[in-house]
């Protein structure tokens, strides 16, 4: 596979660089692999710190910035980053009121998470942590117990981070962060596999003329696969996997919905806005109403043709809160 790469070894670090050249108004420590909002610590705000594997761009160094995250830990590509630069970004964002740790539910940011937490909290930090586990396709997969995180995470990060800055305390943001977690679900589709810079082949066997229902955003199978099928069609099943999710749901969650259309990489917009007019068709076939959308390549994995569809039962007060204004590399609005 040809890569715009100087080599595999040095490809997140290089991000970086290029990540900090091109806004400045972060602090991006390449070597310890650190994304911070330069103003993080000012104000008295509650800090809110992601990470996770390097691959999934933007999320989450994407999102760093005023009315989302605090800070951001990039790991190697699809690798949980380490306790280290956990604890370190939680040093960086701290100003007195604690620290909020979004977690998307794989086992290596699991346990590196709840290690950096005690690590911190022995420095002092107080530090709570919320699990995203919003994916309906399958459970217990390859990387996981329980559900995976995926598209929710950036959900849970806008609409916590607009709580924190606004002054939210630690319990009142922790708390908005699990009620849009848990009013959450996702599904995605992959028309073709990724390729990691270290391997330079597709990461898992998908023949032509066949896509994978429900993959993972590490190329994770997923519920089965199928001959390919039209976007109306694909709409159909990840539309109406998470709505029945959403109806199982005790109890049953109600209301309008934020909707994400994303791309997996390598998914022009050009297709994207084509499967968001069958997604909205299927919405609008169900009887449920729109609040607010938005379609474009968030939470990737390398170069997979593909898509995902994530909904959040979303109240007046997190409506309020999505349309609070957010300044960062990947998403901005209302400044």
């Not at 108004?25 to 809110?48: I, T």
């Not at 950036?154 to 606004?166: P, Q, Y």
């Amino acid at each position: 596979m040809k890569m715009l790469i100087n080599s595999p070894q040095t490809v997140v670090a290089d991000a970086l660089r290029g990540l900090a050249a091109a806004h400045p108004d972060l602090d991006v420590d390449a070597e310890a692999r650190v994304v911070v909002r330069r103003d993080a610590r000012q104000g008295g705000r509650v800090g809110l710190v992601s990470g996770g594997g390097s691959g999934h761009e933007p999320l989450h160094a994407g999102f760093v910035g005023p009315g989302m995250l605090s800070a951001a830990c990039p790991g190697e590509v699809f690798t949980s980053p380490v306790p280290d630069q956990m604890v370190r970004a939680a040093k960086a964002v701290d100003s007195g009121q604690g620290v909020l740790f979004v977690v998307k539910n794989y086992t290596g940011d699991v346990l590196n998470f709840d290690m950096a937490a005690e690590l911190a909290e022995e420095d002092g930090i107080r530090v709570e942590r919320v699990l995203v586990n919003d994916d309906v396709a399958v459970t217990d997969s390859l990387y996981t117990a329980g559900r995976r995180g995926t598209g929710a995470t950036l959900f849970v990060e806008k609409i916590a981070g607009a709580a924190a800055e606004e002054g939210a305390p630690l319990e009142q943001v922790v708390a908005v962060a699990r009620q849009v977690n848990e009013a959450s679900g996702s599904f995605g589709v992959a028309l073709s596999a990724c390729t990691t810079p270290a391997k330079g082949t597709p990461t898992f066997d998908l023949p032509d003329g066949e896509l994978e229902l429900g993959i993972g955003i590490h190329g994770e199978p997923g519920r089965e696969r199928r001959p390919m099928m039209s976007a109306g069609e694909i709409a159909e099943v990840a539309v109406g996997s998470v709505l029945d999710d959403m109806a199982n749901a005790a109890p049953a969650a109600d209301g309008p919905v934020l909707a994400l259309v994303n791309g997996m990489g390598a998914t022009p917009l050009l297709e994207l806005y084509g499967f968001h007019a069958e997604v909205a068709r299927v919405l609008a076939a169900r009887g449920v109403q729109v609040a607010r959308t938005l379609v474009g390549n968030y939470v990737t994995s390398l170069d997979m043709a593909g898509c995902s569809v994530t909904l959040c039962r979303a109240n007046e007060e997190m409506l309020r809160l999505w349309d609070a204004p957010v300044q960062t590399a990947a998403l901005r609005w209302g400044r």
